[in-house]
């Protein structure tokens, strides 16, 4: 599977709350942030954890966020940033 | 206890507290599950008892000197960093060190940049680096707080960084493993690697400390 996303491209985590396995962390959904590197296929964590192949692959991304756009209150620098490993199916275009 | 000596003395058996052994706390649902898979594959012969045995060893025995090894060879040679910074895994096999199948990533700290590791879903760790992880690191306190107030659980293991510095948290969700490669201390310029490694602490490739001064 080729990956739909480039260094650089900006990507919003969809606010999607399903439930059973997901490792899509709840404080970056519906938060838009920035690919740092494609990381490559990956077996969906959300199949294998119950048993099943995972396939196909996921293409996986490092996905940067300042941290204050993450947290309403959020004290530390303006310029912190906070990255998050996701997979392709929790991401989408600007 | 039974207590069936004769009374001729008038000692108070004043009972005093102690602490359970691990054996009397009730076993947990995980802990009976993971016993009997354990016993099942050992029944089954998919391994041995001797091989179980064998493994959990191995898994102790991994300490964060490799990590510190490979940091060391870091500052020393700009090549190796920049291949480390690519795959760790690939650059601890130089060294001969097996960091695992398991793919693990560096990011380095800079003057720009400080970089802390948390595993905010569970507790992912490179173990086979860097040793099996501190019970804080596997805390709902450390996991939570550390996306939300990063500076603040620095602060909490004495380790301020700069406004202008960006803290930058890394949450390892998925299937890499992340270290920090730390920057070298100065006033160390001309040590060998040994003597750099002796600088590096596991704390300092989670990101929540910096690599020891010199003479401290």
């Not at chain 1, 947290?71 to 600007?94: K, M, R, S």
């Not at chain 2, 870091?74 to 190796?80: E, M, P």
């Amino acid at each position: 599977m080729s990956a739909r996303f480039a260094v650089g491209d900006s990507v919003t985590v969809r606010a999607a709350f399903p439930p059973g396995h997901v490792r899509t962390p709840f404080f970056v959904r519906g938060k838009t942030g920035r690919v740092t590197r494609v990381l490559g296929p990956y077996r969906n964590p959300e199949e294998l954890a119950y048993g099943r192949s995972g396939e196909p692959a996921l293409p996986l991304y490092r996905v940067l966020f300042r941290t204050a756009e993450l947290w309403d209150d959020y004290a530390g620098a303006p310029g912190d940033t906070t990255v998050v490993d996701i997979y392709e199916n929790w991401l989408e275009g600007p | 206890m039974a207590h069936d000596h004769p009374h001729d003395h008038d000692h108070a058996h004043q009972p005093h507290p102690f602490q359970p052994d691990l054996e009397e706390q009730p076993l947990t649902h995980y802990q009976v599950m993971t016993q009997a898979v354990g016993d099942l594959l050992i029944e089954k012969g998919v391994f041995s008892a001797e091989e179980l045995r064998a493994m959990l060893e191995a898994i102790d025995a991994k300490s964060p000197a490799a990590g510190a090894r490979m940091v060391a060879r870091a500052w020393v040679d700009a090549d190796f960093k920049a291949r480390m910074l690519e795959d760790v895994n690939k650059a601890a096999a130089e060294l001969g060190i097996d960091a695992g199948g398991i793919p693990i990533r560096a990011v380095e700290n800079t003057g720009e940049v400080h970089n802390v590791i948390v595993c905010t879903l569970c507790s992912c760790y490179p173990r086979l680096l860097i040793g099996l992880p501190p019970d804080w690191y596997k805390s709902r306190s450390y996991r939570s707080r550390t996306v939300r107030e990063p500076r603040k659980v620095l602060a909490e293991f004495g380790t301020t960084i700069p406004e202008d510095v960006e803290v930058r948290v890394h949450d390892s969700t998925a299937d890499l493993r992340y270290m920090v490669l730390p920057a070298r201390p100065a006033g160390t310029e001309g040590w060998d690697e040994e003597a750099l490694a002796d600088l590096v602490s596991r704390d300092c490739m989670i990101g929540v400390t910096l690599p020891k001064s010199p003479g401290v």
